[in-house]
């Protein structure tokens, strides 16, 4: 089993605000998967990071793989009120998740 | 087409009954995943089937739950003589394959009072 560990755990910010979220490992990962989940809701794919160093952007969102493949980051923009939500990754070689990590954006 | 759906939505039974859950994936999808959420929390893997090999039994917390896919479909998880702890919602999700996105249905909040 490939341990994932998130951090911050809670993130309570301002509208307009920049924010990173991690998500470090010990292990090497094949590609890393990011998901957001609402409340009520089922956790859902925001991007899929395959190659050591890739960036990936999603509109306000930037994924980034670590060059070794064993943590990433995901860096919002501006956040909007619409982005609150648990925050998740997960490893493609593995079926655990991260324990999440909580953003709250306040109007 | 259609997603992944779950039933019921919410449960609620006693300390000591057996519930089931029930998981209809999408068509098509040759794995299948159980998670356990409880309030506040991250996921928690319980089980995962791909195809005709055998199930990852793995993340089953107690020889209470099983968990069985038939004709490579739908699932049912099974909780025998509930717990309070058990109280969680369980999400179900499927994909094309082990690794591959994983599309969740909305889970079954499940209360043993």
């Known amino acids: 089993t490939q341990l994932l560990e998130q951090s911050p755990q809670f993130l309570s910010i301002q509208e307009g605000e920049n924010l990173t979220v991690y998500c470090n490992s010990s292990?090497?990962?094949?590609?890393l998967q990011w998901y957001r989940q609402e409340p009520g809701e089922g956790p859902v794919l925001l991007v899929t990071v395959v190659t050591g160093g890739e960036v990936k952007k999603l509109k306000r969102l930037t994924f980034q793989f670590g060059d070794a493949r064993k943590d990433s980051s995901l860096h919002i923009t501006a956040a909007q009120p619409g982005d609150t939500g648990l925050y998740l990754c997960?490893?493609?070689?593995?079926?655990?998740f991260g324990a999440g990590t909580r953003l709250t954006v306040k109007p | 087409g259609a997603g992944v759906s779950q039933s019921p939505s919410n449960k609620v039974t006693e300390k000591g009954k057996d519930v089931e859950l029930r998981c209809d994936p999408i068509?098509?999808?040759?794995?299948l995943y159980w998670y356990r959420q409880s309030l506040g929390q991250g996921l928690e893997f319980l089980i995962y089937f791909q195809g005709n090999s055998a199930p990852d039994k793995s993340g089953l917390p107690s020889d209470r739950f099983s968990a069985e896919r038939t004709g490579g479909s739908v699932s049912t998880l099974t909780i025998q003589r509930t717990q309070q702890e058990d109280s969680a919602v369980y999400l179900c999700a499927s994909s094309f394959g082990g690794g591959a996105e994983q599309y969740f249905g909305p889970g079954t909040r499940l209360t043993v009072t």
């Open positions: 997960a490893g493609a070689n593995d079926m655990r």
């Open positions: 068509s098509g999808h040759t794995a």
């Open positions: 292990s090497v990962f094949s590609s």
